[in-house]
């Protein structure tokens, strides 16, 4: 199993960035992929998550209405759409899969240790 994020980049406050999380080696309908980042010296915490089966979506509150995420069966690729980003969304960014899904607004990282998770790419938010 590989997942593999891509995207990531440099962008001014007020820009956008399209992030890909390539998976291969599952079933990619039977699986939830989350988002996940992490700030120098902060924890991971959970951006966003898709449910493949029914395209569910579930968000972190605060990112409502500026990030997106989505999901291409066709090329087993998750998307998040980063819109209106702030320096604050500086952070490494990881795409995880897992067959349970599980998530709150405090979700942790460590609820989705069972799954395959990616290595991930860095966004970097300039003021």
């Known amino acids: 199993v590989q997942l593999v994020e891509s995207g990531g980049g440099l962008v001014q406050a007020g820009g956008s960035l399209r992030l890909s999380c390539a998976i291969s080696?599952?079933?990619?309908?039977?699986?939830?992929i989350a988002w996940f980042r992490q700030a120098p010296g902060k924890e991971r915490e959970g951006v966003a998550c898709i449910r493949n089966s029914d395209r569910s979506t579930m968000y972190k509150d605060s990112l409502k209405g500026r990030f997106t995420v989505s999901s291409d069966e066709a090329a087993n690729t998750v998307h998040l759409q980063m819109n209106h980003l702030r320096p604050e969304d500086t952070a490494v960014y990881f795409c995880v899969a897992s067959l349970s899904l599980i998530w709150s607004q405090n979700v942790k990282a460590e609820w989705w240790s069972g799954g395959y998770w990616g290595q991930g790419t860095q966004v970097t938010v300039s003021s």
């Open positions: 080696g599952l079933r990619f309908g039977d699986y939830a």
